[in-house]
């Protein structure tokens, strides 16, 4: 592996994004702020309680994950198809960059912005929430890690996959941001009736939140060692299947 | 002189298109070499064969002397390709586009190197201003800067004055000339007008329908055309005779006093091509 092509592909996928840091960063913490504003403000005091933790202090770090996890998959996502429209993927095929060097470059540049738009969410729930602070820091860096990479690989294949817009635009509407919301983002699952309970158990998204839940409030649905676990054996697999794509020049080849 | 670039047999087939039917080319190291060939006649398809944009379906291609399939590191940095198509990434600025295309190839910064290429194709004072604010010709010189960011030893041009002004495409041969006599660079251009193959090729193909059918040095296709002598006599009609390339015109014309006037057409590369290609 040669660490100036690996450096340069993911300064280039972060230096994107930073170019365009209000819609990239700024926006998705705005949105985190408008959800504080109606769940926390307006609604907090009808909501029941759940774990013993209020309503507005439950649902932020789900919602740090949430808006961390489809950055993450946006920035590959649209980074392939743009360079698609553009003609650019020629670029990267003529370049000696090897699979495992393209597989980490994108993995990065989505976890940086996912990782930048969780701290920065978590900084201005902050001034919402009282006696906002991690239980187990190592656990969330390392769950935030995990979701943001797994999305950002899910939004390689997914660039890589696409031949347009619309493709990507239609993966991320019925797949990605249904998963997110009903993965337990503003609920526990436990509030849920039986069958949608268990339903819950085949979303991915859903041991995500239960991790990031349990590395801030010490609080979960499911055993920690299972949702880590979980989520360990997704971002194993979604890398796994990232690079033969790459390796193979999987829909890039004429 | 060794091998730069080695086609063997190199076949590729789009749906019910032969776009190239065994393809079999040598460049030699140093050497400027001219691929011609009309719309469709699979000269994009082989240079993308070459970048491994294109999968082709079989035969061997060799990059100064190691396969590219096997040694493919090797070749991809040895090799600059301007492509057909102007692409860049909007986002960014020439200067940082030509750094980050250099960091792609895994090498290190060359800031001189850098002030080189921007200088020498009148980038420099536009090197920090957003990609999409250049003009047309400025867009194409990037395009080359970018396939040269990398100091390849083989540069390949696919049709890179295509649309682009009189003046510019001067200065674009003259830069070409001085990569290869000053920096030794071995260059295949591929190239719809025909005057740019004849003013800088030493070496000609022209590939047909996915077959090359013709691959010779300059001169030697050149004499496949022969001379022609027009005359105008003093009457007002005019007449043509074809010379032999060592035939004196003098004494074609024999003692003939009704001359007024004399022109020689000397052969060019485009009624060989259309002579070639017209079948």
């Known amino acids: 592996m040669n660490l100036i092509r690996l450096y340069t592909l993911a300064y280039k996928e972060t230096h994107r994004f930073l170019k365009v840091w209000m819609q990239t960063v700024f926006s998705p913490v705005v949105i985190a702020v408008m959800y504080f504003a109606v769940f926390g403000g307006a609604l907090s005091s009808r909501i029941v309680e759940f774990n013993n933790i209020p309503y507005l202090a439950f649902i932020v770090p789900g919602l740090a994950l949430l808006q961390a996890t489809t950055n993450a998959f946006q920035n590959p996502s649209s980074s392939l198809i743009i360079a698609r429209y553009q003609g650019l993927l020629p670029d990267l095929l003529m370049s000696p960059l090897t699979a495992m060097e393209k597989t980490l470059g994108y993995l990065l540049g989505g976890v940086i912005r996912g990782v930048m738009v969780t701290i920065l969410i978590f900084v201005v729930a902050a001034f919402f929430v009282r006696d906002f602070w991690p239980e187990?820091?190592?656990?969330?860096?390392?769950?935030?890690?995990?979701?943001?990479?797994?999305?950002?690989?899910?939004?390689?294949?997914?660039?890589?996959?696409?031949?347009?817009?619309?493709?990507?635009?239609?993966?991320?509407?019925?797949?990605?941001?249904?998963?997110?919301?009903?993965?337990?983002?503003?609920?526990?699952?436990?509030?849920?009736?039986?069958?949608?309970?268990?339903?819950?158990?085949?979303?991915?998204?859903?041991?995500?939140?239960?991790?990031?839940?349990?590395?801030?409030?010490?609080?979960?649905?499911?055993?920690?060692?299972?949702?880590?676990?979980?989520?360990?054996?997704?971002?194993?697999?979604?890398?796994?299947?990232?690079?033969?794509?790459?390796?193979?020049?999987?829909r890039m080849k004429n | 002189m060794s091998v730069a670039l080695k086609f063997h047999n190199v076949k590729k087939q789009f749906d019910k298109l032969e776009a190239l039917k065994g393809v079999s080319l040598e460049i030699k190291e140093g050497e400027f070499f001219a691929l011609l060939g009309q719309n469709g006649a699979g000269k994009t398809t082989l240079i993308n064969c070459l970048a491994?944009?294109?999968?082709?379906?079989?035969?061997?291609?060799?990059?100064?002397?190691?396969?590219?399939?096997?040694?493919?590191?090797?070749?991809?940095?040895?090799?600059?390709?301007?492509?057909?198509?102007?692409?860049?990434?909007?986002?960014?600025?020439?200067?940082?586009?030509?750094?980050?295309?250099?960091?792609?190839?895994?090498?290190?910064?060359?800031?001189?190197?850098?002030?080189?290429?921007?200088?020498?194709?009148?980038?420099?004072?536009?090197?920090?201003?957003?990609?999409?604010?250049?003009?047309?010709?400025?867009?194409?010189?990037?395009?080359?800067?970018?396939?040269?960011?990398?100091?390849?030893?083989?540069?390949?041009?696919?049709?890179?004055?295509?649309?682009?002004?009189?003046?510019?495409?001067?200065?674009?041969?003259?830069?070409?000339?001085?990569?290869?006599?000053?920096?030794?660079?071995?260059?295949?251009?591929?190239?719809?007008?025909?005057?740019?193959?004849?003013?800088?090729?030493?070496?000609?193909?022209?590939?047909?329908?996915?077959?090359?059918?013709?691959?010779?040095?300059?001169?030697?296709?050149?004499?496949?055309?022969?001379?022609?002598?027009?005359?105008?006599?003093?009457?007002?009609?005019?007449?043509?005779?074809?010379?032999?390339?060592?035939?004196?015109?003098?004494?074609?014309?024999?003692q003939r006093t009704d001359i007024k006037d004399l022109t020689i057409r000397e052969p060019k590369l485009e009624d060989v091509f259309l002579d070639l290609t017209k079948a």
């Open chain 1, 136 to 250: 187990h820091w190592f656990a969330l860096a390392l769950i935030t890690f995990l979701a943001s990479g797994t999305f950002s690989l899910m939004g390689t294949l997914v660039g890589i996959w696409s031949k347009t817009f619309d493709g990507v635009a239609g993966i991320t509407t019925f797949v990605i941001t249904p998963m997110a919301f009903l993965g337990g983002v503003f609920y526990s699952i436990n509030a849920l009736p039986e069958m949608a309970r268990q339903l819950s158990h085949f979303n991915p998204f859903f041991y995500f939140v239960d991790a990031t839940r349990w590395a801030f409030f010490g609080v979960n649905d499911i055993a920690p060692a299972l949702s880590f676990g979980v989520a360990i054996a997704l971002f194993v697999i979604f890398f796994a299947l990232t690079y033969s794509a790459f390796a193979t020049d999987w």
């Open chain 2, 52 to 254: 491994g944009v294109t999968k082709r379906d079989s035969g061997e291609i060799e990059v100064l002397g190691k396969n590219i399939d096997t040694h493919s590191t090797f070749a991809k940095t040895s090799v600059g390709i301007v492509a057909q198509e102007v692409a860049f990434d909007p986002f960014f600025g020439p200067a940082e586009i030509l750094r980050m295309q250099r960091g792609m190839y895994g090498l290190r910064q060359n800031e001189e190197h850098l002030d080189w290429l921007l200088e020498k194709l009148s980038l420099q004072d536009k090197k920090n201003v957003r990609s999409r604010k250049l003009s047309g010709g400025m867009r194409r010189r990037l395009m080359i800067a970018k396939a040269l960011v990398h100091e390849p030893k083989i540069l390949i041009l696919d049709e890179p004055t295509a649309g682009v002004d009189v003046e510019l495409r001067q200065g674009l041969w003259k830069f070409l000339e001085e990569l290869r006599q000053k920096h030794g660079v071995t260059i295949l251009l591929t190239t719809h007008y025909l005057e740019e193959a004849q003013a800088l090729a030493d070496r000609i193909a022209i590939i047909h329908k996915g077959e090359i059918i013709v691959n010779e040095e300059k001169k030697q296709l050149l004499k496949r055309q022969k001379r022609i002598l027009e005359i105008e006599t003093t009457d007002g009609k005019t007449e043509s005779f074809e010379l032999e390339s060592d035939e004196n015109p003098l004494i074609k014309l024999g």
